[in-house]
């Protein structure tokens, strides 16, 4: 997971919920952030947008912190940069 | 006061084209949910809803009068056709005067617009259809009613999302009850299947990818639904004095703003209406018998419901059957409170309580007695039905039998 991924979903978390950047760091969880369901869902959308990724609404569930979202960004990019599994 | 009966009711939703198909589908605890069919869902993450099978206008309505209508009015005017025929009030002209039309909708013909809007946005014309804003206008389903039956009393639609049709029927029960209008109808009409509307959805990330399971610890989400359900109100002694068939009696409506989050609903506010109606009604708690859930299926909704629940009832809950309908006509927005009125009133008249379908497992956080996957015969005398919309506007309906 690199550093510029992570500065990335920092930036993404405190311009969604307009909180200033140093509050949000690797460590923060959501709840110390007062992020609820609806902050939750704009955070995922606006991640969409600047990973141009598709983030699957089972793959959200239990993420309960900023590192589990970071974790869970690396490998959506992992997985579309392998490409789409081969035709059966 | 003025007591009100409901003396006419129609359906038609995923669970079928009138009112006994509906009765006969919750009551065998039947589920309407399956594929979307009617829009091309292949750039949306989920794929099914509670759709009406296979539906076109052809036999409702001839294709000039359809040009002028959305699918929600359509399904308006089905509904209120047929509770209007069951009720066959004698109709004078002092009648069609006076007679009011409350109905409720939540995103009226935005599927429509979604349509129009293509033109400019997509196919990059510079113009869209000229009926786009008649068919798109929320209030379109009680225009359509009104026409339909020449009705020019007190006529209005309102939209408080997942509540509005309660809020109608509420609205319209009260005016019945304090004689400002000698019948109503009322209802509610929904049709939100169009790809820029369940993107939407999609984007809310509250739909279930496979059904809806109330209650159920493995609960994923609502199901989008279809449909509407209207009914015809007028005073209790005016109707026996005709010889109407009674369904059922409103007796009581209760209303309440959660002030607290746009989306999140508070267990506080919930409670704070099923009380009012109570109050409205004249009824203590343990009177209850069935209550009629708003039951979305979603995490956030089942536990606050309960919870309100429980802040009402105490030791009661014990003794009390609640159960969601919504697993069966899915979340029809608009609509969804008349389904759900209409899946009371059937309990209340026909003994049987609806079960909520698709249930596999108790959450400690969700401690009801939720009627889970079968239906059960049981004599009720009241029953409430719970509605809890986004924004925090809450309606509850109190409803009891008629002895035949």
Redesign the interface.
């Known amino acids: 997971m690199s550093d510029d991924l992570i500065q990335r979903v920092l930036k993404v978390i405190s311009t969604s919920k307009r909180i200033p950047p140093e509050t949000v760091t690797i460590d923060s969880d959501f709840a110390q952030l007062n992020i609820?369901?609806?902050d939750a869902?704009e955070i995922?959308?606006a991640l969409e947008n600047e990973f141009d990724i598709?983030i699957?609404?089972?793959a959200?569930r239990g993420v309960r912190n900023v590192r589990q979202m970071c974790e869970g960004i690396d490998k959506l990019i992992t997985d579309k940069a392998s490409g789409p599994p081969a035709a059966q | 006061m003025v007591r009100v009966a409901i003396t006419g009711a129609g359906a038609i939703c995923a669970l079928g084209r009138n009112a006994s198909e509906f009765a006969a589908a919750i009551s065998s605890g039947r589920s309407g949910i399956g594929p979307i069919r009617s829009t091309d869902m292949s750039r949306v993450r989920f794929q099914n809803g509670a759709e009406v099978p296979d539906y076109s206008h052809t036999p409702y309505f001839d294709d000039r009068r359809a040009d002028f209508m959305d699918r929600f009015a359509q399904f308006a005017v089905i509904a209120a056709r047929e509770a209007v025929a069951a009720a066959a009030p004698e109709w004078t002209a002092e009648l069609r005067e006076n007679a009011a039309i409350i109905t409720g909708s939540c995103v009226g013909g935005q599927s429509t617009e979604d349509i129009g809007f293509q033109e400019i946005y997509k196919h990059g014309r510079n113009r869209v259809h000229p009926l786009t804003i008649p068919k798109t206008m929320a209030n379109a389903g009680a225009s359509h009613i009104s026409m339909e039956f020449g009705v020019t009393g007190p006529s209005f639609t309102i939209s408080t999302a997942c509540s509005s049709a309660a809020h109608a029927i509420g609205q319209a029960y009260w005016m019945i009850r304090s004689g400002a209008a000698p019948l109503a109808i009322t209802g509610g009409s929904e049709a939100p299947f169009s790809c820029g509307i369940l993107k939407a959805w999609e984007a809310m990330r509250v739909v279930s990818p496979d059904t809806c399971r109330p209650f159920s610890k493995d609960r994923h989400g609502m199901i989008l639904g279809e449909g509407s359900a209207m009914f015809v109100l007028e005073p209790l002694e005016a109707a026996r004095a005709r010889g109407a068939r009674i369904h059922a009696e409103i007796v009581g409506f209760g209303m309440s703003a959660d002030a607290s989050h746009i989306t999140q609903p508070s267990a506080e506010g919930a409670a704070r209406a099923m009380r009012t109606a109570l109050r409205d009604a004249g009824l203590s708690p343990e009177q209850i018998g069935y209550i009629n859930a708003h039951g979305t299926g979603t995490l956030a909704n089942d536990i606050s419901e309960s919870a309100a629940i429980h802040a009402v009832f105490g030791s009661c809950v014990k003794n009390l059957p609640v159960s969601s309908t919504k697993s069966m006509h899915g979340h029809a927005l608009g609509a969804a409170a008349a389904l759900e009125c209409l899946a009371a009133i059937v309990a209340l008249r026909d003994g049987i309580l609806p079960p909520t379908a698709n249930f596999n497992e108790p959450d400690p956080e969700c401690d009801l007695d939720v009627v889970p996957n079968h239906p059960r015969a049981a004599q009720v005398e009241y029953a409430l039905s719970n509605s809890f919309a986004f924004g925090g506007l809450n309606a509850v309906l109190a409803l009891r039998a008629v002895a035949h």
């Open positions: 609820d369901s609806m869902v995922l959308f598709s699957p609404d089972d959200v």
